[in-house]
């Protein structure tokens, strides 16, 4: 029963901040590598940022400098802070969990992903 639940989604303006989480359940969250995606309307599921088992990252280049994905193993959580938010940046987001014995190549492909949360809603305004 692997669960990944995604919180902290909400309406805020242009230059504010979210920190979103998610919350592991169902398997050993720490031998699993991780990562954030996001949706927008009429838009393909884009990768935003990726955590390894071991704490290497990688963001999508419109993110970096902004975002943070970090990690908790003790709690199983994982959280992306999103900083100085742009109208560009609303989307679903959502939590995933890498294929286990993947290679990096798939980092950033949503096939190199094996379980989905729900999703959590950011809207930014201008």
């Known amino acids: 029963q692997v669960r990944l639940v995604e919180s902290g989604g909400g309406l805020v303006q242009a230059g504010e901040s979210l920190r979103l989480s998610c919350a592991a359940s169902g398997f050993t969250f720490a031998s699993y590598h991780m990562g954030w995606f996001r949706q927008a309307p009429g838009k393909e599921r884009e990768f935003v940022a990726a955590?390894?088992?071991?704490?290497?990252?990688d963001y999508v280049d419109s993110v970096k400098g902004r975002f943070a994905i970090s990690r908790d193993n003790v709690e199983n959580m994982m959280y992306l802070q999103m900083n100085t938010l742009k109208p560009d940046d609303s989307a679903v987001y959502y939590c995933?969990?890498?294929?286990?014995?993947?290679?990096?190549?798939?980092?950033?492909?949503?096939?190199?992903?094996?379980?989905w949360g729900q999703g959590t809603q950011v809207t930014v305004s201008p």
């Open positions: 995933a969990r890498r294929r286990r014995l993947q290679s990096a190549q798939y980092r950033r492909l949503p096939n190199g992903y094996d379980a």
């Open positions: 955590i390894t088992s071991g704490g290497e990252i």
